[in-house]
């Protein structure tokens, strides 16, 4: 597996369970209604492609990604500093758009960086900028 198969794989696992988390981090804070079913719904997409990302990486022998504890506690700690006074859906929708939209980001620019990957690995990297870019769009409605 080329290293930029490799790098790209392993942005795809890093921007999926950092979708997730900051997903399980919200659903604690809202009530059952279907912003929480959406929600809910993305996390289980993100944890398809993630899933699809490791395969591949295993698959190829390749190194894994190892999310780190200070990031990830980062991050809900993030999401717990911003919804300490306002939990409405309104805020919680535009915090989910604005980590979307830094995914997305950051799976263009690891692309760009490696323009020798394989067809694989970019198209599972496409399919989550796609994913990324409609769950802008759902939650739009949300605003």
Request: hydrophobic share 40%.
């Amino acid at each position: 597996m080329k290293q930029d198969d490799i790098k790209i794989l392993k942005e795809v696992q890093r921007n999926t369970e950092m979708g997730m988390t900051a997903i399980d981090t919200i659903l604690d804070k809202i009530g059952n209604d279907e912003f929480s079913l959406q929600l809910s719904k993305q996390s289980l997409r993100y944890s398809e492609i993630h899933n699809k990302a490791l395969d591949r990486i295993l698959e190829n022998e390749g190194e894994i990604y190892r999310g780190s504890q200070i990031a990830d506690m980062m991050l809900k700690g993030s999401i717990h500093a911003n919804t300490a006074l306002n939990v409405s859906r309104e805020h919680l929708a535009e915090m989910m758009i604005q980590g979307s939209s830094r995914g997305i980001t950051s799976m263009w620019k690891v692309m760009k960086h490696n323009q020798m990957a394989t067809d694989m690995a970019v198209e599972l990297a496409q399919e989550l900028v796609d994913f990324e870019e409609k769950n802008i769009q759902r939650l739009k409605e949300y605003l």
